[in-house]
DNA sequence: TTTTAACCGAGACGGTACGTCACGTCTTGTG
DNA sequence: CACAAGACGTGACGTACCGTCTCGGTTAAAA
C-alpha cells in the first residue's frame, strides 16, 4: 500500500537534468538557433525520443531549461554603498549577459514567441531571476539609512535589466563602466531620491 | 564613357518595395521566424532568386525591411506641457509596439543575433525611429522654457523605448497609463530635472 | 525434485493464444508491415514485453501465429468426381485467398525473407495447410477407381496454390470459375493421366 | 515559338536514372527493407529532396525501379528443342530470381501491398519481363512443327514463373535441375500436347 | 537594328534539421 | 519468476526551409 502507485517503469529524473545542462551548455557556446536536438542528445547521452517525451519541441525544452538554471543563479556583491553596489551588481549582471547569459534571454525570447503561454512562465523567471539581487542591495541600503523605507524602488528592478538588454541585444552598444556610472549617478539615484518625497534634496 | 558602366537589363526597383512590403506585412502576421522565403516571394508575386539578388540572406532582407518602414513612422504629438507630451507619445509607441511594430522588434533581435553586423545597421536606424520623435518633444519643452538647453536627455531616449519593450516581450506585464506616469513622474522627468544641475530642487 | 525444477510465476499459456489471434486478426485486416507490436499488445491485453518473452520478433510471432492458424482450417469437399472435387476446392481456396488468408501469404513472404530459417518452418505449415486437403480428394479419386495409385500428384500441390497466389498478389487477375475450370481440364487432369503411364490415352 | 514551354529549371532526368540504378544496386545487395532512403541518396549522390520529389516514398520507388529495369531483361536461348529450350530458360529465370531479380519480386510484392494501384502498373512490367521470353521460345516450336499453332500456351506463361516464384520465395524448395525436368516432362508438355486435341497422344 | 548582358519567374537541387514512429530492450512495482 | 506498464536507445521515415543553381524568356543600353 504505497501513497503514489506508479504503473510502468518510472522516469530516469537525473536525464531531464542532464538534457537541461546539455541545452544550457550549447546555448552559451552556439546560440538557440544554432542548437540541434541531435547534439543536445548527443551531449546528454540521451535518445532523441527521451527528450521529446519530456518538451514537445526544441523551444519547450529551451525555456525549460533556461528558467531552472536561472532560478539558482543569484550573485551577491556588498561592497558598502548604495551607489558602489549598484554598479558592482550592474556590471556583473552586463557582463554575464554579454555572455552565456544573454543566450538565454534571446533564447526565450525567440521561443516564447512561438508559444505565447511560455511567456507568462518566463516573466517569473525572469523577474526572480533579476530581482532577487538587487531587492538585497536596497535592503542593505534600507539598513545603513543611506535611502528610507519609503523608496519605491520597484521600478528600478525593471528599468536596469530593461537598458542593458537593450543595449546588448538590440542597438549593439558596449555597457562600459561609463555608462553604468551615467546610469546609477542620473537615474537611478535621482529616482529612488525623488522617491522618498521633495526634501529628498535637502538631505 | 561612365564610371559605372552597366550593361544588360536594368533592375526593377518597384520589386524593391514589393518585397519589404511583403516581408513587413509577413512579419505582422506570423512573426519573424514563421516567415518563408517562399512565402515572401509569392506575396511580393516575385522569384526567390530576385529577392536573393538584392539582400545576401533572410536576416537580412528583414532588418532593411524594418528599417525602411520605421523611418516613415514619426508621430508627432504636441499636448502644450513636457509631461503631457512624454505621456501621449510613449502611450502611442507602447500601443503601436504592441501590435505590428512588435514583430519588427523581435524581428530585429533575431535577426540581429545571426549576424552581429546587422547589429550596428540597426542601431541608428532604431535610434532614429524612437529618437526623433522625443527630441522634437524636448526642443519644443525647452522653447516654452519647461527645460533648459542643458539638460542631458540622451538617455531618456534609451530608457523609454527599453523598458516599454521589456514590459511587452519579456515580462509580459501591460504597459497602460498608470505605468506611463509613474515612469515619466517619477523617473523621466526626475532624471531630467537632475541633468540640470543641483538647483533643479529649488525650481 | 523433477528434472526441469523451475521457480517462480508459471508461464499463462492462454495468453499465447491470445497474442497469436490478435495477431491473425491483424494480419487480416492491415496487412503485414502495418501490424505493430504495440496494436497486438493492445488487442492481446498484454505487455509487449510478455510477447518478446515468447517469440524472438515480428516475424516469428506472425509465423508462428499463421502457422496455428493454418492447421486449423482444412476445408472438405465431397461432390463425387475429381474434376467437381478440384473446381471446387479451388475455388474456396481462392475465395478466402483474397480475403483474410491473402495477408497470410503475403505476410508469409515477407517474413521469410527476413529470416530464412523461417522458410524452412513454412514450407512443411504450408505444405499442410495446402496439402492434406488435395490428398483427400485424390485419396478418394483413387477410390473411386478414376485415377491409378501410380498417379504422381505431388506436383499439382505445388501448382495450384502457386498459380493462384501469384493471380491473386502478383498479376492481380481475377480467380473465377472459368480460369479455374480451365486450369483443372487443361493442365491438372492431363497432367494426372499424364503420370499413369502411355496408356493414359487409351482410358 | 517552342512547342513545349516549360517553366522553372527542368529535371535532370539523369537523376531519375542514377537514383534507380542505386536503387536496384541495393536491392540487389541488401534487400527491400534493409535499403534506407539516405543510402540510395548517398549512391545515386543525390539529396533525399530529390528523391522525394520524384516519387512519394520508398515503395513507389522501388517499384518504378524494378519496373524500369526488368523491361529490359529478355534472355533469349536457342537449344533447338522445346524441351531443351524450356528447360535452360527456366534454369536461367530460377538461377536469376534465387540472386537479384528475386529481390525484385519480393521488393515488388511488399510495395504493391501498399498502394493497390501499384499493382496493376507491376502486373504488365512482370508479364513483359517473363511472357517475352517464353512466347520466343514456343514460336520458334511452332515453327520446327514441334507443336501445332493451336497450342494454347497461356497458361504455361502462368505456371512456370508462379511455381518458381513460390518454391522460391515461400516454400524455399530448391528449383534444380531434376525439378525443372519434371516440371517440363510432366507437367508443361503434357499439357501443351493436350491442347492440340484429343488425338495429341496418337503423335 | 542588332547585340549583349543582366534581369526575371519558375522551380530543381544539395543540405540540414525537424518531429514522428516502430522495433526490441530495460526497469519498475505487483501477483 | 511472470506480468503490465511504459521508459529507453536506435535508426529510418517523410517534411520543411534555406540559399544556390539553371532553365527559357524579357528588357534596355550599347554598338
Not at 519541441?57 to 556583491?77: D, I, S, W
Amino acid at each position: 500500500m504505497s501513497i503514489t502507485s506508479f504503473i510502468g517503469r518510472p522516469r530516469d529524473h537525473s536525464r531531464d537534468t542532464a538534457i537541461e545542462k546539455a541545452a544550457i551548455e550549447l546555448l552559451g557556446e552556439v546560440g538557440y538557433e544554432q542548437i540541434t536536438m541531435e547534439a543536445v542528445a548527443l551531449r546528454a547521452r540521451v535518445s532523441k525520443a527521451t527528450i521529446y517525451r519530456r518538451w514537445k519541441n526544441k523551444a519547450e525544452l529551451m525555456v525549460n531549461a533556461v528558467q531552472h538554471y536561472a532560478l539558482c543563479k543569484c550573485p551577491t556583491v556588498d561592497i558598502g554603498s548604495l551607489r558602489g553596489d549598484l554598479i558592482e551588481v550592474i556590471s556583473e549582471k552586463a557582463k554575464s549577459m554579454k555572455s552565456t547569459d544573454g543566450q538565454f534571454i534571446r533564447g526565450l525570447m525567440t521561443a516564447a514567441r512561438t508559444d505565447g503561454e511560455l511567456g507568462a512562465v518566463l516573466t517569473s523567471s525572469l523577474s526572480d531571476y533579476a530581482g532577487s539581487t538587487y531587492a538585497a542591495i536596497f535592503e542593505r541600503a534600507i539598513a545603513r539609512g543611506e535611502i528610507s523605507d519609503a523608496a519605491k524602488t520597484e521600478i528600478i528592478l525593471e528599468i536596469v535589466p530593461a537598458v542593458i538588454s537593450f543595449r546588448i541585444f538590440i542597438s549593439h552598444q558596449s555597457v562600459n563602466r561609463k555608462f553604468i556610472e551615467h546610469l546609477v549617478d542620473d537615474v537611478i539615484i535621482p529616482t529612488i531620491k525623488h522617491s522618498q518625497g521633495e526634501n529628498a534634496c535637502l538631505k
